[in-house]
């Protein structure tokens, strides 16, 4: 299986910051990342796939870069509904892995 | 826009099967572009892929729980369902159905876990 890891795990920030998660995938899979954002009591929202493809819907703000090994998801601009839990996913193969997760509170 | 909604048991015995249904609405599950699956979450931790299937029959599962999954399609209903045999309290966790697309990415089919239901929590105790 991939694995997968992200850091940090969590990060404390203001609105208005720019806030940069990392994740790593243990071997290349190419651009087949994705990224979603959950909220407590919800499901996983879908924010990004294919590395670098906003889901439709998705505010502008986020954005997502890297293949083969090393991604991220960058929020430009963090605004007061954006604090919430960050998950990649590997979609290279089978067991498409999650990310641990990477928390975003309030500083 | 599709909806979905799982519905079953919330508490089943230890070595007995857990059965969920996902019944989708705004959308057919007889449809070539997507998958219908799913994920779970165990109680405050990391997300898990279960497994997903196309209209055609076709499924796919996680190689780590293949043994004890079945995932099936009910068309007449536009419902499917999940069937994990042997429990234990390690399966206990939320459960989530998705739609999955299947995005044509330079050559290849990539899945895109892009709707998902609210997630129906199941656990397993005597």
């Known amino acids: 299986d991939v694995q997968m890891t992200q850091s940090p795990s969590s990060v404390s920030a203001s609105i208005g910051d720019r806030v940069t998660i990392n994740c790593r995938a243990s071997q290349d899979i190419s651009t087949y990342l994705a990224w979603y954002q959950q909220k407590p009591g919800n499901a996983p929202k879908l924010l990004i796939y294919d590395a670098t493809r906003v889901q439709s819907g998705v505010a502008s703000r986020f954005a997502g870069n890297g293949s083969g090994t090393d991604f991220t998801l960058t929020i430009s601009s963090l605004q007061p509904e954006d604090f919430a839990m960050y998950y990649c996913?590997?979609?290279?193969?089978?067991?498409?892995?999650f990310g641990p997760g990477s928390k975003v509170d309030v500083k | 826009q599709v909806q979905l909604q799982e519905s079953g048991p919330g508490l089943v015995k230890p070595s007995e099967t857990l059965s969920l249904t996902c019944s989708v609405s705004?959308?057919?599950?007889?449809?070539?572009?997507?998958?219908w699956g799913w994920i779970r979450q165990h109680p405050g931790k990391g997300l898990e892929w279960i497994g997903y299937?196309?209209?055609?029959?076709?499924?796919y599962y996680n190689p780590n729980l293949e043994s004890r999954i079945t995932i099936s399609g009910d068309t007449s209903k536009n419902q499917f369902s999940l069937k994990l045999s042997s429990v234990t309290a390690a399966d206990t966790a939320i459960y989530y159905c998705?739609?999955?697309?299947?995005?044509?990415?330079?050559?290849?089919?990539?899945?895109?876990?892009?709707?998902w239901g609210q997630g129906a929590l199941v656990s397993v105790s005597s």
């Open positions: 705004g959308g057919s599950i007889r449809v070539r572009n997507f998958y």
């Open positions: 998705t739609r999955v697309a299947r995005m044509f990415v330079a050559g290849a089919v990539i899945p895109v876990f892009e709707s």
């Open positions: 299937f196309l209209y055609s029959g076709r499924t």
């Open positions: 996913q590997e979609a290279n193969s089978f067991p498409f892995t």
